[in-house]
């Protein structure tokens, strides 16, 4: 991670005058990636807790076209042996 992966966050954060902050999320732009909430909104969340969500992993959004679970077990099981053998590597670079 790099300062310019966080240059958007800290220009929306407005460390220097914080009454100035501007949202990206609205109901016209439901993936803005800066949203506000009262507190009002805060504490009539069950809970009251901070583990806000309102963007969507558009990916999941239809449940009904994942794939087979035993697709999803071989590349599970393809993605562990490929890492396995990466470690083989760098345990082989230092022997």
């Not at 966050?9 to 005058?17: E, K, R």
């Not at 963007?55 to 999941?60: A, H, P, T, V």
């Not at 697709?71 to 599970?76: D, K």
Request: aromatic letters at 10%.
């Amino acid at each position: 991670m790099q300062l310019e992966d966080l240059r958007d966050f800290i220009t929306l954060y407005n460390p220097s005058n914080r009454h100035k902050r501007t949202e990206t999320y609205s109901e016209s732009n439901p993936d803005g990636r800066w949203r506000k909430f009262s507190y009002e909104e805060i504490i009539a969340r069950d809970k009251t807790n901070l583990d806000i969500f309102w963007l969507k992993d558009k990916s999941l959004a239809n449940l009904d076209n994942l794939p087979d679970p035993d697709e999803l077990a071989l590349e599970i099981l393809e993605d562990v042996e490929a890492a396995l053998d990466g470690f083989r590597g760098i345990v082989g670079i230092f022997k």
